[in-house]
């Protein structure tokens, strides 16, 4: 079992920023809260709100009078820095960050990544308790509220395990058109083209249906939308006759 | 120039989610907002609250009536739906979806990302002018809401041409120490430690040297490190050495 890592909260201002690093741990599948000295009240109802339906992180939370307490569990504990700290540790980008925290916790480790105040950050001495950085890229001169930066840290490490091709269509509805329904649109279309004397002059027909075929060949379809577009050219020529009967 | 996405809010019920929509897009560098149709009064002091510091992307919001107008202007619009919507498009990772984006925004084109509203997300009609879908991964039985989303995207926008590297160390005060510099290390210590006689029994001296080398290899000190642990040392003998006189 892959544990993932403990969010600990160092003398959090607002029960707000409690509350939806919670509701972030829940979209991600992170349980374990842990809030150092906070300086909000504690339970907070600005945090019931904000947690909207991840309540339960809130109550099991642990409150830790000190740093050295709370990372006490850990085997790997990761900080959270503002770009540009002049730390002497490894920075990691959040994405490096999740598959170190991965490694880790696929050992059977207890990890945890730690968040400063939403004003100062963290201090030296809560800082040399972890064992390496993590700095989320921005934008210049910007810089992250505390549930942003929980919920990017939340979102890589489901990320660092998450199987869900790149991209992807739905199975039932997805088969490619086949070569042979493609060649038969294009006899299909080229056919009714020819009656309606679309193509014109003659000594560019090849090229024209050089064009329509690309055009089509590109679109990628599906046996259905070949079904469908054969379906709208029957249903443009019956018009088209009826009218000229 | 590689133009970040435009961010489209369709039909938003509170002004909370555009100000955090438009504070994550100042963070991953995206400027261009559009709202559809937006539910809540519109300026919004709750938005300009939520803002902070991004205003100026609220006032240059662009506010259209329908969803055909909104994306008038982009060669390629891709949409966020939750987890499981039945669409007959392709679905793109928030990885991909930004892949995808910054190809087409190299090649010169516009583009932006549809989001629905914060109770049922995109309508049938909207969905159907976008190129393909955006699904984001998340825990079971969770969904975003909609200012994590924005910030999800416009995270992964970003990311998608950041250069930093996944781990770093600051370049000043990280030359790591010479193998010259940890033999003359280990030389210094072993031989304090054979003043000592720590190394008992006299057999196993060699297991142990190895077993202390071992450890102070992987710990990839620097220059600077060699020389604190050997000031260390000294001092660590020094005060043995005046105790025993």
Known sequence: MTAPPAIILSHTQMG????????AMKNFGLSELVLIAPRCDWPNDRAQMLASGSGDILERARVCATAAEAVAPYELVLATTARDRDVLKEIHTPEAAAR??????GAGGRTAILFGGERAGLDNDEMSLADAVI?????????LNLGQAVLL??????RSADATPAVRTRATIARPATRAELVGLFGHLEAELDAAQYFFPPAKREAMVRNVRAMILKSRLTDQQVRTIRGMIVALVKNKYRGKK
Chains 1, 2 share one sequence.
Do not use: D, K, M
């Open 153 to 158: 840290l939340a979102y890589e490490w489901l």
């Open 100 to 105: 170190r925290l991965r490694a880790a916790a």
């Open 16 to 23: 707000e920023n409690i509350g939806a690093a919670a509701r």
């Open 135 to 143: 700095t989320i890229p921005t934008a210049e001169f910007w810089s």
